[in-house]
Structure formats: C-alpha cells, structure tokens
C-alpha cells in the first residue's frame, strides 16, 4: 500500500528531532479497552453480467461473503484494541455487487459522557482525506469527455488569477493529475477547524507554492495541483465545485450520504463518526479542509463501495460516471519515458489512481490522511474487485495506522489474489547491476518538499541513505513508507526490486550521475546538494549552537569572577564591537529558538502569524550582521595581544555566527517569502 495523504508530513512516518531548530507531533501512547464488531448484510447485489474467474495462483481462499467476513472478523477487533484506534469500516466488492461492509469498534467511544455508539458501515461517514482526489480526477475526465476540457492544454487558459511559473513548460492537467507539476509543498489554511472563510479561488491564487520542477520531470505529491484541477471543473462547469461533484459524481455514482460540503448538511451530522487520537481520548471537533477538492469528501463505507463498482464499470446508481474508453484513459498510466526518461519503468501514476500492483494483480487505489481519520480504496480492474477501509483514529504508535490499512489491503491480496506459482524474475548483467548499484549509492531527500522559505530546513528530516552491499545489491534506509530499511536488486535496467517483497523504484541517471529515484508513483527520491549534506549542515548547526550557548553562559560568569577576584572592569577599547557581537549572539539564538517553536505549530497544523515570523527573521538578520563586529572584535584582540584565552573566544564567537548566519542563508531562514 502506498498511503499518500492530504497531509504534508504523514504520521505514519517516524518522528525524527534535529538538533534544536526542527520540531514535529507526537502521537499519544493509549491503549483501548476493547472493541466489538458490527454485524451487517450486504447491500442488495447490483446485476452484473458474469464475467471469468480472475486469475491466481494455488491455495487462493474464495472471495466469498462468508470468507471475507470471518477473515475480516479475525483480524480487526484485536487490531484495534491493540493500537487503540477506535474504529474502521470496511467495504468489499466483487463480480458487479457489494460482497460485504463491516463496522468495528466505535463512531463514538462514549469520552464526553454519551453511550458508545458502535460503528454502523451503512451510517456512518468517515473523513476520506486524499482518496477525495479520485471523485476530483473523475470530475476532470468527464469534463475531458464532453470535450470541455483538455488533458495536453495550458491550465492558464481555464483559470481567471495569474498562476506563477519558473519553467516555460505550460502545465497541463495531465501533470496536475499526476502529481508532475513541479509545485512544492504547501501547507498553510490545510486543515482546521473553522469554515466560515471557505474560498476556493482566494486560497488557490493567495501565496501559491513556488515551482520548483520542470513540469513532467518529477513526481512530488501536491494538494495545490488537485485543488487547482477541481477548480479549473468549478470555472469551466460554471457550477461550484462541491455542487458539481454532488450531482454528478456522488449522486450519479449512487452515494446518496456522500458529501465534500463543510460543515456538513443537517441531515448528516448526527451520521458522522468522531475522530480521535487515540481510543482513550477526547473526540477532535470536524476538521475543515481549506481547499476542499483533494480532501474534503466524507462518506460511509457503503458508498464508497459503490464508488468503487462505478469505477469498476459496473451498473450501478443512475447513470454511468465515464463511459468506457475515459474510464481506460483514466486508469492507464498517464506519463511515458517522454518527459520521466526511466523512471516511467516504475510505478506511475494515472490520471488520479496510484498504480499499486501486487502478485501479479493489476491495482490501482489511493490513501488518504486528515489528521485524524485514514483510508485507502483499491480496484482491481482485471478481476472486478475491490477493498475500501477507514480508521477514526490515529492509534498508540506512529505507525499504527499504517501497518493496520497495510494489513487489511495487502492481507486482501495476498488472501484472495494470489501471485501465480510460476512467477519469474528477470535478471540483469551483474556487471552492469554492479555499476548501476555503485552510482546510485549516496544520501537522497523527498521530491515533496518546500524550497522556497524558511520550511526548506525541514528536508533535514527524513533523508534516506542508499547504500552498496553484497556487491550489487542496494540498502536502502529507510525503505519507503518504513521505519527500517529495504534490500533491493535490479530486476531490469534502472529498475529494482525488493528482496523477498513486492515494492519496486526505478532510477533516472544522466552523466554518469543518479539524478532522481521513484519510490512511489507520486514521490521520488533526489540527491543532497553537498552544501546541504547532514554531514556538513548538522555540525555546522550544532556547534555554531553550543558555542553560542557556552557563550552567554560565560557573560554572567566573567563579570562575578571579575568582581570577586578585584579584577579591573574589561577595558573602553573594542567596547562597539563587544557589545554588537554580543548582541548578535543573543540574536541568533532567539531566532533559533523562535523557529524550533514556529516550525513545532505549523508541523502541528497551527498558523504561526506572519509578523512572528518576521520578527524572527530580524533576530536572524542581526544574527549574521554580527560576523562584522565579531571580526573587528577578533582583529583588535589579536592586534593588541591580549591573551589565547580572549583570542580563541572571539574566534570561537565568529566562527559559532559564521556558522549560523551561512545555515540561515543556505535554508532559506531569511528568504523574502514566508508564505508556507
């Protein structure tokens, strides 16, 4: 499974502290009580006409209601009450018809004094996060099919705002379904809690996110592209965009409980369930996505599962939600080796769907994270199948609910769909695995990155390191969408695969050089400039701190072991340049620690108020104006021979804001944009 989320940095990945300028969440450790299960029919079975067995290898269990109710029965109850997630629902679909939808645990976990209310799959609506982003690319494909919009044109001829470019490439909708637009990171107005000042137009066009890749080249998941699709639907329908999805997706679709309407409608809020931290705590209050189109859609596991059959094909609600040949173009790959080179002998991405191919199984599906509730949807086109779940909470550990919809998706594969016995794995020249393996080994940061302010100092955070090992083979640390690491080997030119797993990345080299590496079909992985190596910027970092700690630690110190020794008060000259150096020491460590505290609130979905963060950008200014006086300082001791001890002080001191001043510099702490 590939989870990629509305949220810019995923729970489910591990917290990593960086010295003392990076802050992140941390997740409560509470365990649950316990946890039942909801017992439901199916939904009445949509005619189909039949269609072939799917095709899987021995020892495949019967994608039966009775199976997948007792296999799902045996693995969710203990799940949650042992991450203390409070609830999921689930939804499977086979052979044109809803096989089954599942409710375990609690909508309500009864925390502000109200009775427990088990989850009802049939009732009860879940936050959908980013697998919201398939009604929008659905909504942009029909749009495709009544020839109003096109795939290869300018986004800039459908919008009415001017949309910032760096590269002369246009963007198309092709990139922004597929994640290729080069925009980096956005993550203000994301989530929160107050709905009163919901404008799409306004926030697409207020501070939009720098390009920072040529269009088609690399894959970086962007919310800001999906939002922009959706509305580019909204100006070219003439019909706001949740009122055009309402009609003619969720409703066209059969999904009469389905809605990207924030707050919800009357009718509906009573149905929807609570998102929680853990099962022990409070219920967080609704959560209002800023742009709605890539992860405003809440909905019950029953409706999701007619979406799913929609998708599928199959006869279900009205009317059709694409006729066939849109509905192939929206599930084939949408990018070729054109514009990607060899990355596009990886995973890819359609034109909305993650391909997420599994023992042999064509997949294609999408996650979803708000910050509290987790999905993941996946279709099987060649078998006419599909599995939806939903968790309300994000569990006791950091990666509880990943593992747990990793568990339940993969489990369905492997359980019902097999790898055929006679899979085989092609090779490649071990001279040329050899090299390849050798190029690619060095230190690589994600694609979905800001870098263009204050927030670039956050690539520190998460980089991965590829390493050699048995000659050809790659280490890689951590492996995608992990805490520990993958062992990978090529199975074809610039393409690998995992040693006794099913995840494979593809390589991208020009000059002798790794240039990128796709570890999913919207996320690559690219080289660390040297500059900004861990091995230059952490040291540099953490020294320039300590020095400077160490150095107002002594002001106080010098002046009562001056005054209880009789020695005479520091002398008039240099006075100017001690007193500046010293305040540029103060300087740099506020602006330090005012970041820590910013980049804490906003990695917790908090606005930080943009003259807090000017404010702080002076204190960081002043910082490295200080390099001036502290080298006069330095000069004028050693001009006037006043000792090692004050010499290796003021030398210590410019080094330490040197240091600090070239970190502030390097990542972008006093960039004229502060716009996150």
Not at 228 to 250: C, D, K, P
Not at 436 to 445: R, S, W
């Amino acid at each position: 499974m590939r989870p990629l989320s509305l949220l810019p940095f995923r729970r489910h990945r591990p917290v990593v502290r960086l010295g003392a300028v990076l802050a992140s969440t941390v997740v409560l450790a509470v365990s649950l009580a316990g946890c039942g299960a909801t017992q439901h029919n199916p939904a009445p079975p949509i005619d189909a006409p039949a269609a072939p067995a799917a095709a899987s290898g021995a020892g495949s269990a019967a994608l039966t209601d009775t199976d997948v109710n007792a296999w799902l029965d045996g693995l969710l109850p203990a799940a949650l009450d042992r991450t203390g997630i409070a609830g999921a629902t689930v939804a499977v679909v086979n052979d044109g018809k809803i096989l089954t939808t599942r409710g375990y645990g609690y909508a309500d976990t009864g925390s502000g004094g109200n009775p427990a209310v088990p989850v009802d799959p049939d009732r009860h609506l879940f936050r959908m996060g980013s697998v919201s982003k398939l009604v929008t690319a659905t909504a942009v494909l029909q749009l495709v099919q009544d020839g109003k919009l096109d795939l290869d044109t300018d986004v800039r001829t459908y919008l009415d705002f001017e949309l910032p470019l760096r590269h002369e490439r246009a963007v198309t909708l092709r990139h922004l379904l597929t994640h290729t637009a080069g925009f980096e990171e956005r993550i203000a107005g994301l989530i929160g809690t107050d709905s009163s000042d919901l404008n799409l137009r306004r926030a697409l066009m207020t501070d939009p996110p720098e390009q920072i890749y040529q269009p088609g080249t690399v894959p970086a998941y962007s919310n800001y592209s999906n939002a922009l699709a959706g509305y580019i639907v909204e100006r070219v329908s003439g019909t706001r965009f949740e009122e055009y999805v309402q009609r003619n997706v969720l409703d066209r679709a059969g999904m009469p409980s389905s809605t990207f309407a924030q707050p919800l409608p009357a009718v509906l809020r009573d149905r929807m369930s609570n998102g929680y931290d853990t099962s022990a705590g409070p219920a967080a209050p609704f959560e209002i996505v800023g742009t709605p189109p890539p992860g405003a859609l809440s909905a019950p596991a029953t409706d999701m599962a007619r979406f799913m059959l929609a998708q599928l094909g199959e006869p279900v609600g009205f009317a059709p939600l694409l006729d066939q040949p849109t509905r192939e173009l929206m599930q084939r790959p949408a990018l070729d080796a054109t514009s990607l080179g060899t990355l596009a002998d990886g995973p890819r991405m359609t034109l909305g769907f993650f391909a997420e191919d599994r023992n042999g199984h064509r997949i294609l599906g999408h996650g979803g994270d708000t910050k509290y509730f987790h999905s993941h949807l996946q279709i099987y086109p060649d078998d006419r199948a599909g599995i939806f779940v939903s968790l309300n909470s994000n569990g006791s550990g950091a990666l509880d609910s990943h593992e747990l919809r990793d568990s339940v998706v993969n489990g369905f594969a492997d359980r019902y769909f097999p790898a055929p016995a006679d899979q085989q794995t092609v090779g490649v020249d071990p001279a040329t695995t050899t090299a390849h393996a050798a190029l690619a080994a060095g230190t690589y940061e994600s694609s979905r990155a800001i870098g263009s302010n204050f927030l670039t100092a956050i690539g520190l955070v998460g980089r991965t390191t590829v390493s050699v090992t048995d000659g050809d083979r790659l280490l890689v640390d951590p492996g995608p969408l992990s805490a520990s690491s993958a062992l990978y080997e090529e199975v074809a030119p610039w393409v690998w695969r995992e040693v006794d797993g099913q995840r494979t990345i593809a390589m991208r080299a020009t000059d002798d050089r790794v240039e990128a590496i796709s570890v999913d079909p919207a996320l690559a992985l690219l080289p660390v400039a040297p500059a900004r190596s861990s091995a230059v910027a952490v040291p540099v970092l953490a020294l320039s701190t300590v020095v400077l700690l160490l150095a107002v630690l002594s002001w106080p110190v010098g002046a009562i072991v001056r005054r209880r020794l009789g020695h005479a008060p520091r002398e008039r000259a240099g006075r100017t340049a001690r007193i500046l150096s010293r305040l540029a020491v103060a300087g740099t460590l506020l602006a330090f620690a005012g970041w820590v505290l910013s980049i804490g609130s906003i990695m917790s979905l908090q606005d930080v108020p943009g003259p807090a963060l000017r404010a702080i950008q002076v204190l960081q200014l002043v910082g490295l104006l200080g390099v001036l006086p502290a080298t006069v300082r330095l000069v004028d001791d050693v001009r006037r021979h006043l000792g090692w001890r004050r010499i290796t002080g003021s030398g210590l001191i410019l080094f330490a804001l040197a240091g600090a001043g070239w970190f502030a510099v390097e990542f972008h702490l006093l960039a004229p944009s502060i716009s996150y």
